[in-house]
């Protein structure tokens, strides 16, 4: 039996990679100069809709045994579900905030 908290920890585990820009809160940015170290967040978001959508097939294939009547323990459905629901939740939640942050910047007057 897997943890609920472990689908959690997996659909968030792209978003690790940003740990490398905590230092840049007391720096000032410099017109043309590009960060070279750290995870590109392109990869990062790629990576975690990619987990997301294993975690969606994992479940797909749990309800499948749960009907046809492989499934020995339905438990293991049940957590996979909550499990996949929580991580799109996330997922939601990131992407409704990033627009709402690329909204603000963009009224900003320059």
Excluded: C, W
């Amino acid at each position: 039996m897997t943890s609920p908290i472990a689908g959690i920890t997996s659909a968030m585990s792209g978003v690790s990679g940003l740990s490398a820009l905590s230092g840049i809160a007391g720096t000032a940015a410099t017109p043309g100069t590009t960060s070279t170290s750290g995870a590109d967040f392109a990869s990062i978001l790629a990576g975690s809709v990619d987990q997301l959508q294993g975690m969606h097939s994992t479940t797909d294939a749990l309800a499948t045994q749960a009907a046809t009547g492989d499934l020995n323990d339905v438990t293991d459905y049940m957590i996979a579900s909550n499990e996949a629901k929580l991580a799109t939740d996330t997922v939601v939640t990131l992407k409704n905030q990033a627009v709402s942050a690329f909204t603000e910047i963009m009224r900003m007057n320059i």
